[in-house]
């Protein structure tokens, strides 16, 4: 078992900046994809950003290109999600999930662990 856990969400004006956080825990974090997803009320789940374990590869969905920055931290099973920018249609509940490759995420394949969520609320 593996356990995602995120935080860093909360409530920003438009044009504001906040930093996701998400821990793993439990089975090995070695060699996976880690990515985030996000989902809006009434709206489906959809991936936002993935990158591999070496962090050499990342994916970013045009909604997010250019303002998101997807990192990681192997040391401390960490993935990060710095969201610059932001614009009221970015309010969602955020989610990380790990994965073999970043192309599970794109492919929607399914997903054996998933965090919490976190909220964010961007006020315009």
């Known amino acids: 078992q593996m356990q995602l856990v995120e935080s860093g969400g909360g409530l920003v004006q438009a044009g504001g900046s906040l930093r996701l956080s998400c821990a793993a825990s439990?089975?090995?974090?070695?060699?996976?994809?880690m990515g985030w997803f996000r989902q809006a009320p009434g709206k489906e789940r959809v991936f936002i950003a993935g990158?591999?374990?070496?962090?050499?590869?990342?994916y970013y969905a045009d909604s997010v290109k250019g303002r998101f920055t997807i990192s990681r931290d192997n040391a401390k099973n960490t993935v990060y999600l710095q969201m610059n920018s932001l614009k009221p249609e970015d309010t969602a509940v955020y989610y990380c999930?790990?994965?073999?490759?970043?192309?599970?995420?794109?492919?929607?394949?399914?997903?054996?662990?998933w965090g919490q969520g976190t909220q964010v609320t961007v006020s315009s």
């Open positions: 439990g089975r090995t974090f070695v060699g996976y994809a």
């Open positions: 990158i591999q374990w070496s962090g050499a590869t990342k």
């Open positions: 999930a790990t994965a073999p490759t970043i192309a599970t995420f794109v492919r929607k394949l399914p997903l054996d662990y």
